[in-house]
């Protein structure tokens, strides 16, 4: 089956600094999440980019996927930035099954 | 306010005891998801219904059980059968076209 592989799986920041997260699939795929999960366990729903790019506010993201990988930026990073960052794709042979296949986050820590 | 709502938030049960957790969306979203997630690990899927009076196992079905009555409604119990029951429990919605997922706040359960 398809793997999801995240890069870093730990990461650690300095407040105002940038910092960009991978994620790297093995086939074709035709739904790609990222999301964030505050240290209360919350996931939240960043975004839905199986292709090209998208912003919201100091985060955006990229998908290429005839390169199969998506890159999350995230700029000046604040201390709410904490958390880990998962990736998670949809396998574009899974026909009518919704289910994702999971990477297993980065770990963000952001220092005051 | 449009969401997914889960409950009980924290729960505490005896070994040997069932129990019940609540999910429920006003999305309006046709399939439903419950994932488990252990500390510092990634999700794993439990059980997922993409329709009504229809659901489909996942990767760790087993001491577990679902019911989907209603569209809105998708509740999990947590049977004396698993082994392991300590976790955090997430539910999740998708709506048709995208399969894009949302999640609830979680439920955290702790066997005594």
């Known amino acids: 089956g398809i793997q999801v592989e995240q890069s870093p799986p730990d990461l650690i920041l300095q407040e105002g600094a940038n910092s960009t997260l991978r994620c790297n699939f093995s086939?074709?795929?035709?739904?790609l999440q990222w999301f964030h999960q505050n240290p209360w366990g919350q996931l939240i729903n960043l975004f839905y980019?199986?292709?090209?790019?998208k912003q919201n506010g100091r985060l955006s993201a990229t998908t290429v996927a005839t390169e199969r990988y998506s890159l999350l930026y995230i700029s000046s990073s604040q201390t709410t930035d904490s958390g880990v960052y998962f990736c998670a794709v949809r396998p574009i042979n899974a026909g009518n099954n919704r289910k994702l296949i999971w990477g297993l986050g980065t770990s963000l820590a952001v220092n005051p | 306010d449009g969401g997914i709502t889960q409950s009980p938030k924290y729960l505490f049960r005896k070994e040997g005891q069932n129990v019940t957790l609540s999910c429920e969306q006003n999305l309006n979203h046709d399939a439903m998801y419950w994932y488990r997630q252990d500390p510092g690990q990634g999700l794993r899927l439990i059980y997922y219904s993409q329709i009504v009076n229809d659901f489909q196992k996942g990767d760790i079905a087993e001491g577990y059980s679902v019911s989907r009555e209603k569209k809105e409604s998708f509740p999990l119990t947590v049977t004396s059968a698993q082994k392991n029951p300590t976790a955090f429990y997430l539910c999740?919605?998708?709506?048709?076209?995208?399969?894009?997922?949302?999640f609830g706040e979680g439920s955290r359960l702790t066997v005594l």
């Open positions: 980019i199986p292709s090209g790019t």
């Open positions: 086939d074709s795929v035709n739904n």
């Open positions: 999740a919605s998708s709506p048709q076209g995208t399969g894009e997922l949302f």
